[in-house]
T-cell receptor, first 113, second 113 residues
Framework: KAGVTQTPRYLIKTRGQQVTLSCSPISGHRSVSWYQQTPGQGLQFLFE???????NKGNFPGRFSGRQFSNSRSEMNVSTLELGDSALYLC????????????FGSGTRLTVV | AQSVSQHNHHVILSEAASLELGCNYS??????LFWYVQYPGQHLQLLLK??????LVKGIKGFEAEFIKSKFSFNLRKPSVQWSDTAEYFCAVNDRGNNRLAFGKGNQVVVIP
């Protein structure tokens, strides 16, 4: 079965701009989570969506937001980009009920200049 | 909040040596435990997981991990490593009932042929 698909793979933006990243989960998976990976902070949880509702949120500023559509695809948005937002953004999907692990996508590498 | 500790961030081994990576977490409730691997240039892949039952868990590629509840530990082992095991290894924890993973900082493992 197809894995978790994230687009685009790479992005370069300038400070102050906004960006939207997309994630298509594995078919049948209704939970989508987002993580930020940086060399200094490691992997940090951003938020989780289930059935179009945000269920959990990490400790990130309000500039980071997301949404989920009825087909379970999810987007995350970062407004007013800062240099420190440069990171690999990972999406993970999981099934309903006891999770069979979390399947990660290849990520979107965002560089803010 | 949950926290996950991984020690010895950089590990260098020769092929055929044994590998053990430590993982300790701080959380008083019932947890799910995971080890993920990230090969150079690739996405996070699930090595193994523990939800309940036998505390000795076998995963892919000859890896195993042991859950010791009294020590809040979930250490990863492989009896004989190969050059292809060169990767970064992450321990992750989430409490039952939510899909928010807390990751350790990772272990960068280099296997010398």
């Amino acid at each position: 079965k197809a894995g978790v698909t994230q687009t685009p793979r790479y992005l370069i933006k300038t400070r102050g701009q906004q960006v939207t990243l997309s994630c298509s989960p594995i078919s049948g998976h209704r939970s989508v989570s987002w993580y930020q990976q940086t060399p200094g902070q490691g992997l940090q949880f951003l938020f989780e969506y289930f059935s179009e509702t945000q269920r959990n949120k990490g400790n990130f500023p309000g500039r980071f937001s997301g949404r989920q559509f009825s087909n379970s695809r999810s987007e995350m948005n970062v407004s007013t980009l800062e240099l420190g937002d440069s990171a690999l953004y990972l999406c993970a999907s999981s099934s309903v009920g006891p999770p069979d692990g979390y399947t990660f996508g290849s990520g979107t590498r965002l560089t803010v200049v | 909040a949950q926290s996950v500790s991984q020690h010895n961030h950089h590990v260098i081994l020769s092929e055929a040596a044994s590998l053990e990576l430590g993982c300790n977490y701080s959380y008083g409730g019932t947890v799910n435990l995971f080890w993920y691997v990230q090969y150079p240039g690739q996405h996070l892949q699930l090595l193994l997981k523990y939800f309940s039952g036998d505390p000795l868990v076998k995963g892919i590629k000859g890896f195993e991990a042991e859950f010791i509840k009294s020590k809040f530990s979930f250490n990863l082992r492989k009896p004989s490593v190969q050059w292809s095991d060169t990767a970064e290894y992450f321990c992750a924890v989430n409490d039952r009932g939510n899909n928010r993973l807390a990751f350790g900082k990772g272990n960068q493992v280099v296997v010398i042929p």
